[in-house]
Nanobody
Framework: QVQVVESGGGLVQPGGSLRLSCVAS????????MGWYRQAPGKQRELVAT???????NYADSVKGRFTISRENAKNTVYLQMNSLKPEDTAVYYC??????????????WGQGTQVTVSS
């Protein structure tokens, strides 16, 4: 099995910064796409950013110019640098990772989430 663990969440004031980390471990052959999602109470889970093995990234319009996703393939780790945080960024942030198998197709792994609260 593959385990995914996020860290780095916390309470920050508007305009502040946080850096989230996510490490995958366990039965890893080779990870493919990795990404960050977030979910606020009463709202649907939404995509924040994704990044390919080659470093190609995509962002939700709401975070473009403020957040940066990166990864270290050798460490099976993905990061999310969050700057200029706004109250509307408050949510539980989840990391996910994909791994493709010839017989099984693509497996998707999710972490337990880390809370980010932006408030005065």
């Amino acid at each position: 099995q593959v385990q995914v663990v996020e860290s780095g969440g916390g309470l920050v004031q508007p305009g502040g910064s946080l850096r989230l980390s996510c490490v995958a471990s366990g039965s890893i052959f080779s990870l493919d796409l990795m990404g960050w999602y977030r979910q606020a109470p009463g709202k649907q889970r939404e995509l924040v950013a994704t990044i390919t093995t080659g470093g190609t990234s995509n962002y939700a319009d709401s975070v473009k110019g403020r957040f940066t996703i990166s990864r270290e393939n050798a460490k099976n780790t993905v990061y999310l640098q969050m700057n200029s945080l706004k109250p509307e960024d408050t949510a539980v942030y989840y990391c996910n990772a994909h791994q493709s198998f010839t017989s099984w197709g693509t497996q998707v792994y999710w972490g337990q989430g880390t809370q980010v609260t932006v408030s005065s």
